[in-house]
């Protein structure tokens, strides 16, 4: 056993320098930064006149969509009670709680107590900035001074007729922090080595910049011929040879704080697949998140054949997302275990997005006497 | 989020004086005072010849039936490896532990240690002052020097045969006060709206003595029909139109700590409804009750329409408990989660019982240095 | 309720000198000794080319069997991003970590990163020393360099022809010395009162030596017949009736630490039963165990009649064994809640072998600061 955990030992990476004295933040325990938009839920799951609970780092949240069908957003609470408000009666566009009917509006002042008089009526709750965008309800947990000066995320190509998008998402119980480090690894092709063979990843290069690092990848087969599935996904043989010398795919995956992306490009600069996620924090503690994912597959030139693979597509990706789920999962409970991060990781971006994920988080809040 | 716990804030509340500086007590940390008699069981739960275990606030205690019908209750574990006495064998008037034999009387002497002399035999185990009544079975977990001079709770009408009564009770998961509150605001008619139809409760007083507080109340419906099952339990309108002006029935909650009574009066001062109802914390932390509840309602004067229509009491009760089960146990939830009382309470004699069940708990340990 | 934890009290036994003033350890947080052979898994649970996770007091082990069959014990979790190698893939002789493919030998030495050159390989893991035998995996889980000088403990008689034997065992929710109390206080035969009828032990007498303590058992039947499946198992009456005065059975129990042996010998001193049993702790907290027993019965003179009985004596052990995991979680619970071991036992052989456990296992820890 390690009798000191290490964090980020990079003693055998000779291109980065060699770390401070200090001992760095443990990641697992940095908070994510709510002055960022964050999706709390697809649109389809706010039904108009229905309420909807959620939660963003361990703060209840609720989603009201109204008779008019506006969406707003109200800590999910009742002042008198503390009782969720989610279980109450949308009236009109205002909701109500199930419990003594106190009522509130979508800024969250408490405009009836039936059995009060109006010029007596308490303080109400606290009202959240809402919008929402392509099938997603995005919340501003922080500072809502802040929402309307920090844009919204661009959501890749979800937009653009010329991809077909799968929406998917799951509840995945770790940091959110293991999620960004599995998906920029690539390397972990090894874990997926039964739905696609022996895949071996080639990083290219890596770039960071304020508030973002990425990297690109080639893949060379080791084993085995490419499954359909994968085909389908990542563009097939057709498009040039991963294996081969020329016309290979490139692949890029950028953290770009707190979303994160992964697209391919063919050698001609096509871009065939276009992924955007993020990792939305659930409980107080983060060792929960549900992930939002944007899965845009460029159409292929014959009209229709996506459709009719579509089923295989969300077959394979599903199986992928199963695994990297248990193994982020199996991460989070090592940590859980060991108490603090014994990892000793010697890729160089992945050191890299550590560190952006800690200078782009909550700042450590300073020691109590 | 609020800052600080709100604990009984009456700013609204112009007929009582404004809170002093201190902070009030946590009410949902209060322990209940243990010199009371509580039931602890049904008459039926503990058969002749067999012990029952059950808890009162952490504390472990069996209930033995012995050869000739008489109860005792001690400690539930044994003096020698600590397990439960319940699990043991009821012998003549004693109980023999499951493990290795030791016997106990209806006193916690250890009467035989089966491979000991009888002048070795070790200490026994605590026992509880122990009435059997009406079908429940009493225990006086306090300081037992005070049980002969502390009178068994009146019961209400169980014991008129001009009344039926219905025995029910479930566990809840919450603190015993958030019951008293629960049935003492009858503001949470807006809960049962599904079940009752939109009533509006009107408080007509409230009063307060030494070791209770009781409130009055009318209803007038604002909405829908009464319906069937609603007026078996509480009248029904040819007693006189609750929705009327003239003839009103008059409901009055009272807690006599540490039990509560709800009580139905039509005008001409008739008890058509009589319900006699305590919670009895099961764990230390008091997290969790034990309801016993005993409804007894005025047989009409048709012989046997009562009986008849029993069923759909038993269903429409059940129907009201299982919605006001669930609101508790949320109140409960939200302050587990937010670690103190945040409630903005209103309402004048809810603020009154609250302090009425804090005067009555166990007073607040001095503070440790 | 009581006080104060009743440490062994020994008060009524007139043979064992007063405890001294000073508390004694609470023998339920004495932390088991792990320079001993300890089996951590059946040879049929470690397939070859097969991983299987196990757990040594919290300790996660990873027993490897490797394509010859030989098999190795090592740290369960790799070196890079601490996820569980029994994940992983045997690969020859050698264990590749399922996530980025990190590749160890028998000696917990990485010698594989894929992505990584070979003069650049990071730190491995620790390795445990494994031995197998009779059908068990054992690890010496302590300080590797005692392993070779520390004797692998004596099995009884499962290597003997004359006796056939019986494998089991089970996870049971406790502290290990649960589990030698349980088996070495015989008066608990009242708790199997349903299964082999009223029993009473007597003890003949007990003696300790230099980490083991044994006492000897003869029994009287109080009531009842023998029933057919403890005749199987501890010799049956036509070998010396246990009820009369001449010719008993001896049982002779025994903690060698940290193993026990039951044997059982008829009065021309056949030894007709003979078990080897150990209670490995799962969790860090000593709280869960998991039992490898080994029962070997004494061939009787007619061929086959033993394996035709085989299944009744299956069936006996089992309902046995059943009522003691019971009765010794019962005990952890009563621990558990009580905080302490309030214990008041008054049996002498029993608070020498606490006595025994508490000496044999690892030293207390000198209080900090």
Same mark, same amino acid.
């Given at each position: ?106 800024? =969250? ?32 947990? =922080? ?227």
């Amino acid at each position: 056993m390690h009798a000191v955990p290490l964090l980020d030992s990079s003693a055998n990476d000779s291109d980065t320098p060699a770390p401070a004295e200090v001992p760095l933040r443990d990641l697992r325990r940095v908070t994510i930064h709510p002055d960022h938009w964050y999706p709390l839920a697809w649109s389809r799951e706010v039904k108009r006149g229905k309420a909807h609970g959620v939660r963003f780092a361990g703060e209840p949240i609720v989603l009201v969509r109204t008779a008019s069908g506006a969406v707003f957003a109200l800590e999910d609470r009742c002042a008198h009670r503390q009782v969720p408000l989610h279980a109450g009666v949308v009236d009109g566009e205002s909701i109500r709680c199930c419990y003594h009917g106190w009522t509130y509006d979508c800024t =969250g002042r408490c405009i009836d107590v039936p059995y009060l008089g109006r010029e007596r009526l308490p303080n109400g709750v606290r009202s959240y900035p809402c919008r929402e965008v392509e099938g997603l309800i995005f919340v501003f947990p =922080g500072s809502a001074v802040l929402a309307d000066e920090t844009p919204l995320p661009s959501l890749g190509s979800v937009a653009n007729k010329a991809y077909k998008t799968r929406r998917f998402g799951r509840e995945v119980k770790c940091h959110y922090s293991f999620m960004h480090e599995n998906l920029m690894d690539m390397n972990h092709q090894f874990l997926h080595r039964r739905q696609m063979g022996q895949m071996r990843a080639r990083s290219l290069g890596r770039r960071r910049g304020d508030g973002w690092v990425e990297v690109d990848y080639t893949f060379a087969r080791e084993q085995g011929k490419q499954p359909v599935g994968e085909a389908l996904v990542f563009g097939g043989g057709n498009k040039g040879s991963k294996g081969g010398q020329g016309g290979k795919d490139v692949m890029t995956v950028r953290t770009l704080y707190p979303y994160q992306t992964l697209q391919i490009r063919t050698s001609d600069g096509t871009l065939v697949m276009d992924l955007w996620i993020v990792y939305v924090p659930l409980d107080a503690e983060q060792r929960t998140n549900r992930t939002f994912g944007l899965l845009s597959i460029k159409k292929p030139g014959i009209p229709g054949i996506l459709d009719l693979a579509w089923p295989l597509l969300v077959w394979f990706t599903e199986r992928i997302f199963k695994e990297d789920r248990w193994i982020v999962e199996s991460e989070q409970a090592a940590h859980d275990e060991q108490g603090a991060d014994w990892n000793q990781e010697v890729f160089p971006v992945i050191n890299e997005l550590r560190d952006l994920l800690r200078e782009c988080g909550v700042p450590e809040a300073p020691a109590a006497n």
